[in-house]
């Protein structure tokens, strides 16, 4: 990334009191978005987990306790369930416009597992744009 597009980026962080609500309302506004899983892990350094899959939703346990599962896929043969384990931050990198580009979840260890979407946008840009007829049809 470069250093223009970094400046455009703001970084939010969600209380744990929030995940359970978060997550729900966090997953209502991109699923079926294509995403990209990342983990870097301090001794194993970046793996990436999933790539180019749909979101189908993001679970924590009411009381935000135990692990954060990342859903990811559109068929049986094609889903990727990845657990986030003892999750202590969660962040969400937005774009200047204020369009939700990346998720950050930061776990005891210093391990990161980061959420990203093929492209950013505002949810209200997408809303519809599957339904509307194409020009020169």
Request: no cysteine.
């Amino acid at each position: 990334m470069s250093p223009k597009e970094e400046s455009a980026m703001r970084n939010r962080q969600v209380p744990h009191a929030e995940w359970p609500r978060f997550f729900e309302s966090f997953t209502r506004r991109h699923r079926g978005w294509l995403a990209t899983v990342r983990v870097i892990d301090p001794r194993l350094g970046a793996q990436v987990e999933a790539k180019g899959l749909p979101l189908e939703g993001i679970m924590v346990d009411p009381q935000s306790h135990g692990p954060i599962s990342i859903l990811l896929g559109s068929g049986p043969s094609a889903n990727v369930e990845h657990p986030v384990d003892s999750p202590e931050q969660v962040w969400v990198e937005v774009t200047e416009e204020g369009a939700e580009a990346a998720l950050e979840i930061l776990s005891a260890g210093g391990t990161k597992t980061i959420l990203e979407f093929r492209g950013a946008v505002l949810p209200e840009m997408v809303d519809g744009l599957a339904s509307e007829p194409v020009s020169g049809s």
